[in-house]
């Protein structure tokens, strides 16, 4: 691990203007992510910016009858929230399949949101990969990519995003509040979050220097079954090779959003429309444009299967 400076942060608008006016700064909370990073020397930053004192960890009621997250709140205590059990428990259930009980202790909220790959290539710095050197090329495609995406990717990336929590406030309709070096906020909807990867896939937000994330807002709950489910490699904990987040309404009407298939979770209004008709439906028009590899084809199936098991269990 490289050498670098620390300081702790009183404010949030201290915190973005600390991160936009240092070279090579990152926020750091639970770093259940960027320390490994660092470790592998991976992530190499010169200084870091602790936001654990920022009193961003409450969960707090909106007007509108929805929740608002703060960005510090731990993985445990969200899963265990009562409101989130009982309104939000897609949520619920995403975060105890995401992580040990270790992690859940010390991972965030923003962190989950912003966790990077773990594709293969992009972890072993002997390999190339253009999300962790830009211009180096991507050893995935064409290489191992069983567990890498098969929509939503480029010829310059094919990594998949790894939370699992992000695909459940997909599904949610979560919105991302933010503070900027200045000190104004703006509302950034989860869907947006994200940027594809393109010819800069190094570029994973749409997140400006030294924006931070203050929480993660929910709105009012959709009742509903909640049902959330994770195929992965082996039965302990491991990322998705697709995960399936799902509410689904008496009437068959809902929305679905995937995980483990793109560079963020996946989720497209014109699918949901066709919950009614089937998992079929569904997944033609979600992985509408699939370009999966020879090794990791398998998803697809596997994706609508996942969904019509899912299906079955949200008609009892």
């Known amino acids: 691990m490289r050498a670098f400076s620390y300081e702790r942060a009183t404010s949030p608008a201290e915190a973005a203007a600390a991160a936009a006016r240092t070279q090579g700064a990152r926020f750091i909370a639970g770093g259940t992510n960027l320390l490994d990073l660092m470790k592998l020397e991976i992530e190499t930053p010169t200084h ?19 929740l608002r997250v703060g960005a510090l709140v731990r993985n445990t205590d969200l899963a265990a929230d009562t409101r989130i059990r009982s309104d939000y428990a897609l949520l619920t259930r995403a975060l105890v399949a995401g992580a040990s009980g270790q992690l859940r202790n010390k991972a965030t909220t923003a962190g989950n949101l912003l966790q990077r790959t773990r594709c293969p290539y992009f972890y072993d710095t002997a390999q190339p990969c253009n999300k962790r050197l830009p211009g180096s090329g991507c050893g995935a495609i064409g290489g191992i990519s069983r567990q890498l995406a098969v929509v939503g990717t480029s010829p310059a990336c094919i990594a998949t995003h ?82 399936v987040a799902a509410v689904v309404q008496r009437d068959g009407t809902g929305r679905v959003a995937l995980g483990g298939v793109a560079y963020k979770p996946w989720r497209t209004p014109e699918a949901d429309a066709l919950l009614p008709r089937g998992a079929s439906a569904v997944m033609a028009k979600l992985l509408e444009g699939a370009t999966p590899s020879s090794q990791n084809a398998f998803k697809v199936q596997l994706a609508e299967r996942t969904l019509a098991a899912v299906l079955l269990e949200a008609k009892g």
Do not use: C, W
């Open 48 to 66: 870091l910016i602790d936001v654990n004192g920022l009193q961003l960890d409450t969960i707090e009621a909106t007007e509108d009858g929805g």
């Open 162 to 243: 790894p939370s699992d929590m992000a695909v459940a406030m997909m599904a949610l309709d979560a919105v991302v509040e933010t503070i900027r070096p200045d000190g104004s906020s703006r509302r950034i909807p989860l869907n947006d979050l994200y940027r594809p990867p393109g010819t800069t896939p190094q570029l994973e937000t749409v997140l400006e220097k030294g924006e931070l994330i203050a929480a993660a807002v929910l709105p009012a709950p959709l009742g509903g079954t909640h049902i959330y489910r994770k195929v992965r490699d082996r039965a302990s904990y491991a990322f998705a090779l697709v995960s």
